[in-house]
């Protein structure tokens, strides 16, 4: 697939870069060039695959199907977002601003390695190409005290997760003999499920729940995401977030679906205590930051719903159109946090009356965030609770995350109200030039547009 080759050799030119190129302006516009060329990279491999012609590579480790390129697209198309909205911030974390653009080309890399994975080992090297690079990014911020630490308590979790991991997939060798997804399947039966595969399935839920921060493997997330630099927390809590669930998805709502019925409970139970945490301490944040974190718990817990939903094409809709939504929705509302100094909500008094424009972006973002409707955020959960319906075992969890969604509401509503309704004059940390308006304005066109026409993000899906 070109674009693993792309992005492995875009994160190399990047490194280069760092000792040929002294100036960090001309640093991130090599890596806006180099981000556009990679979504270029996808969109050719996109028309190069059809719906109905996956390829097998690597001798079968990986397995590139239309709709895998179809999300590594979208993905890249956030990514390259992300850095037009972010690039500055990027610049400002320190003095390494080519490794830190070099290091997120590598991120890619293994979301890439996650969407297309055909073997067990595939899944790990993903994984671990996806989070040592993030623990780095986390304690870049040599200044910052928080930010150590939270570089140091995502290593030391992750590497337990890890752990974690490997003993899962050892114990599924074990009972299958292969480590090929599609061989262990056909080796591994409901009616006579081998006891050592099915805790290789537990062990690798737990590890997977780890990555997408979701409850009880989630005490790591508010502290890495409140002590990371802001600029990096965007995007690891959208499209690192995103590719992890993707893999998740591979594995149990595709692959493990025949066993469905040994794990669905365990995993309806993480999802419903997911949602729980998730919202529920959120209400009590003062830092609007650390909410965002807490809000992201909670987003987990509905992405969760398509892994449930096993055997449902409203899953595979659901979990591209969350991925987008979401993504587009988080990063706009980050690019609005990293320009003001304050972080609590008190820091959004008066944000109306000083920044018209940027109280109403925040607005919609935040209504996307709660699934309000009309933006892609109330058709992303609409799409993974009716899968959720139709799976027809989950009724009392589709009910339990209405109720959720609605609790959602009170703390996004928060910061609309400090925005609106309370009088303060907050401060910004960098000015908002015109290129940033119309990027947010651009991000808001994004949302709306997912949410009335989300039909033109899920046709190509069977093109």
Known sequence: MNSIIATTVFGIIMMFASVLVSDKKSVAALATVLFAALLGVNIYDLNTITANAPQALYNNMLHIEHYSVWFNTLMTGATL??????????????????????????????????????????????????????YILAGSDKR????????????????????????????????????NIMEMVSVLHSDSLNPLALAGIIFIMIALSFKVSAAPMHMWTPDVYDGSPTAFTAFMATI??????????????????????????????????????????????????????????????????????????????????????????????????????????????????????????????????????????????????????????????????LLMAAISVYYYFRVIIAMYFKTGTPEMNSPVSSFDKFLLVLTCLIVLALGIFPQLLLNILVA
């Open 81 to 134: 977002l992300y850095i037009l909205l972010m690039g500055r911030e990027i610049q400002k974390v320190g003095a390494h601003a080519a490794e830190y653009f070099a290091l997120i080309f590598f991120i890619l890399c293994g979301v890439y390695l996650l969407s297309t994975y055909n073997n067990m080992l595939m899944l790990f090297i993903g994984i671990e190409i996806l989070s040592i690079p993030q």
């Open 144 to 179: 910052n005290l928080k930010s150590s630490e939270a570089s140091l308590k995502y290593f030391l979790m992750g590497a337990f997760s890890t752990g974690i991991l490997l003993m899962g997939i050892t114990l599924l060798y074990g009972a299958s003999r292969t480590f």
């Open 240 to 401: 690192v977030k995103a590719a992890a669930f993707f893999a998740f998805i591979r594995l149990f709502q595709s692959s493990f679906s025949n066993l469905s019925t040994h794990w669905m409970t365990v995993l309806a139970i993480i999802t419903a205590a997911t949602l729980l945490v998730g919202n529920v301490t959120a209400v009590f944040q003062q830092s609007v930051k650390r909410m965002l974190a807490y809000s992201s718990i909670a987003q987990a817990g509905f992405m969760l719903f398509a892994v449930l939903a096993v055997n449902t094409a409203d899953a595979s809709r659901g979990i591209i159109v969350y991925a987008v939504a979401y993504s587009v929705a988080t990063i706009g509302m980050f690019s609005v946090l990293v320009k003001l100094k304050d972080y609590t909500y008190d820091g959004f008094n008066g944000l109306a009356q000083k920044q018209p424009l940027l109280a109403f972006v925040t607005t919609l973002f935040l209504f996307s965030l709660a699934g309000i409707p009309l933006t892609g955020g109330f058709m992303a959960k609409y799409y993974v609770l009716l899968a959720a319906v139709e799976q027809g075992q989950l009724m009392w969890l589709v009910i339990f995350g």
